[in-house]
């Protein structure tokens, strides 16, 4: 029995929601449907030297429904989409929300064991690729994790197929065989997921009037109209480029997207500059490298408005570059998958937009910072963060365990992370609670990776942390007892990759220690080991 996929707010929630606006009728497929009936000729989507108006899109996005349907593919079926930025990622999704389809989004870094574990946990029948991006062949990829879940029954390459692979360009179907019924507004539009604090990441529902209000207000935030130009410079199935504004924050507005292969300054300036770009986003990592290059490009990038960065933390002195060396204004962006953005708003004061991360969406946001005894903490004081609102998932899919660890039993999210609140809601972030590295945006739960790690044959113990990095932002540090000789450090990293892991998790600083300090009942505290061990290595470094 596949287990339903649903995101569920409380009666007087949803109807306060309602009744207020926030949710409304529209879905997605609506969405493109209206872009393409009222500006049919404009420039949807621009990338790879190709240039889709609305109408065309949506005519692609039509006969890719009606093909992942002649496939044998019914309404609520669960599709994994893995592409990178090229504008099929929008017919191919666009195309799922057509058929009725959820496509449950995952990143190009990933590899077999995440692949297989979102598609066991979604009960996915197919999966969507790229037959290549950045030298890696995704094929085989495709072909081991069908051989490893069995209900995998499609997989729909975009480019070359190999062996039973179907192509995606030979799905097309005729269109006048779709359904005419459109989707309930409170179903579930798409899954994204977890950045995994614990173990692999968890799977989030988000539903068709949830994130539409998310991206609506984004855009009213972020000053978004048919003329903006956005430029998707991350891997847009994170959720900060998909809809903070992002991508569908562009479709909605009837904006014109730029699918940039790569964010680095000598793909995107030129881009910025022969697109008329206004508006991107960032994390702080590739802000820093911007900032550096700019001086020195010969790429035109006055065109530019705005620049988003969020993901992780901005320090203010790189902040407060951003103006002066790009001629733009800086937006902080602070949020999560699942639900609540904050943003600094385009007219705030300087000090507000340099030294903060923004307030929330919402009127009806309700933010929480707690004590570790679930005390409220004073205005300026940092504290836990909690939340719930019009857009903040309730629930993570099937997953009774995590619920129970992520959501209070009235409802609030326990994001994980320390802020601080100042007057007017502004947010400070100070870190995370728990043991999460934020590597350039990427989220990574020290747990799996000691997992992994505590595979091999030559470690006894493995203890992963994280460390302040001026580029990165953190970076991963293992702390690693071997079992008999040490392996080398490139020797493991080797190894690691081997285990078909994403390249951002594997450890960027490998240390061998003697043994880890323990308990008085000599057992481990891991969160107390991992504090331990990040000092250790900071007074070293000459950082503490």
């Given amino acids: 029995m596949i287990k339903a996929l649903a995101q569920i707010w409380p009666e007087e929630f949803a109807a306060r929601y309602r009744e207020r606006g926030y949710w409304t009728d ?73 058929a009725g389809l959820i496509p449950i989004f995952t990143l190009p870094a990933h590899r077999q064991t995440e692949i297989v574990h979102f598609a066991r946990k979604s009960e996915a029948v197919a999966y969507v690729i790229a037959d290549r991006h950045e030298g890696f062949d995704y094929r085989p990829l495709a072909n081991a994790v069908r051989a490893e879940v069995s209900a995998v029954r499609h997989v729909i390459v975009v480019g070359e197929a190999g062996g039973d692979q179907v192509g995606f360009d030979g799905i097309d179907a005729d269109p006048a065989a779709l359904p005419d019924s459109a989707p309930s507004p409170q179903s579930v539009a798409l899954v994204q997921i977890s950045g995994g604090s614990t173990g692999l990441s968890k799977l989030i529902p988000r539903t068709h009037a949830d994130y539409l209000y998310s991206i609506r207000a984004s855009n009213a935030i972020c000053g978004i109209t048919p003329d903006s130009v956005y430029l998707a410079a991350l891997p847009v199935a994170h959720n900060f480029p998909m809809s903070s504004p992002g991508i569908f924050g562009a479709i909605h507005a009837g904006a014109r997207v730029v699918m940039a292969p790569s964010p680095t300054p000598d793909v995107a300036f030129p881009l910025i500059e022969q697109e008329g770009v206004t508006i991107t986003g960032l994390v702080p990592p590739l802000a820093l490298l911007w900032l550096q290059a700019a001086p020195r490009t ?193 020797d493991l990293k080797a190894w690691m990759r081997g285990r078909e892991i994403a390249a951002f998790k594997i450890p960027d600083q490998i240390v061998f220690v003697e043994d880890f300090a323990t308990t008085a009942v000599g057992k481990i505290s891991r969160k107390e080991l991992r504090a331990s061990l990040r000092a250790q290595l900071l007074e070293q470094e000459g950082q503490a």
């Fill in 26 to 98: 529209e879905t997605f497929p609506a969405v493109l449907a209206r872009q393409a009936a009222e500006r049919p000729d404009a420039v949807a989507v621009a990338g790879q030297g190709r240039r889709w108006t609305y109408g065309e899109l949506a005519a692609r996005a039509d006969r890719a429904a009606a093909g992942f349907l002649a496939l044998g593919l019914r309404p609520g079926d669960r599709v994994i989409v893995q592409l990178p930025n090229i504008p099929e990622f929008l017919a191919v999704v666009f195309g799922l929300f057509r």
């Fill in 298 to 490: 010969k790429a035109d990038l006055s065109s530019l408005q705005v620049l988003q960065v969020g993901g992780a933390k901005f320090m203010p002195e790189a902040a407060r570059r951003v103006r002066p060396v790009l001629g733009c204004t800086l937006q902080q962006v602070f949020g999560m998958a699942e639900g609540l953005v904050n943003y600094t708003r385009l007219d705030d004061p300087e000090d507000i937009i340099t030294d903060t991360q923004g307030r929330a969406i919402s009127p009806d946001d309700e933010v929480l910072i707690l004590d570790d005894a679930g005390d409220p903490v004073p205005e300026g004081e940092p504290g836990n963060l909690l939340t719930r609102g019009p857009y903040t998932i309730r629930a993570y899919h099937d997953d009774p365990a995590a619920n129970a660890r992520s959501f209070t039993p009235d409802g609030f999210y326990r994001t994980g992370d320390v802020v601080k609140r100042l007057p007017g809601g502004y947010l400070v972030v100070q870190g995370r609670a728990t043991d999460h590295i934020n590597r350039a945006g990427e989220k990574i739960s020290a747990e799996e990776i000691e997992d992994h790690l505590l595979a091999h044959p030559q470690i006894f113990d493995a203890a992963v942390v994280s460390v302040p990095d001026r580029f990165l932002g953190e970076r991963s540090c293992a702390f690693i007892i071997a079992q008999g000789e040490a392996p080398r450090p490139a």
